[in-house]
Nanobody
Framework: QVQLVESGGGLVHSGGSLRLSCAAS??????TGWFRQAPGKDREFVAA????????YYGDCVKGRFTISRDSAENTVFLYMNDLQPEDTAVYYC?????????????????WGQGTQVTVSS
């Protein structure tokens, strides 16, 4: 079992930055992904990393602006978001699963956090 708690969301102006955190308890060897869901839209893949943080993959919508990283000692995965735009407004979720690769689909993940709201004003 893995319990995930996201934090770090908030309100930011266009062009600003935020850092989201996903703190995990329980199992320590797991792959992690970030997804987001805007009102009225399907959940969208944002970024993923492997259990050791050695490999990364990003959704086209955030490439070049967002960075995912893992602090294994703290059992926490971060999502650094730069140059935020109003279209980035969404609830951001982290997700986890066992395995040694990164995963980009919702159905790939077994555990989900409760989500954290990110709002970008223009």
């Amino acid at each position: 079992q893995v319990q995930l708690v996201e934090s770090g969301g908030g309100l930011v102006h266009s062009g600003g930055s935020l850092r989201l955190s996903c703190a995990a308890s329980g199992r320590t060897r797991y792959s992690t992904g970030w997804f987001r869901q805007a009102p009225g839209k399907d959940r969208e893949f944002v970024a993923a990393t492997t259990w050791n943080g050695g490999m990364f993959y990003y959704g086209d919508c955030v490439k070049g602006r967002f960075t995912i990283s893992r602090d294994s000692a703290e059992n926490t995965v971060f999502l650094y978001m730069n140059d935020l735009q109003p279209e980035d407004t969404a609830v951001y979720y982290c997700a986890a699963r066992g395995g040694s690769y990164y995963y980009t689909k919702e159905v790939d993940y077994d555990y989900w956090g409760q989500g954290t709201q990110v709002t970008v004003s223009s």
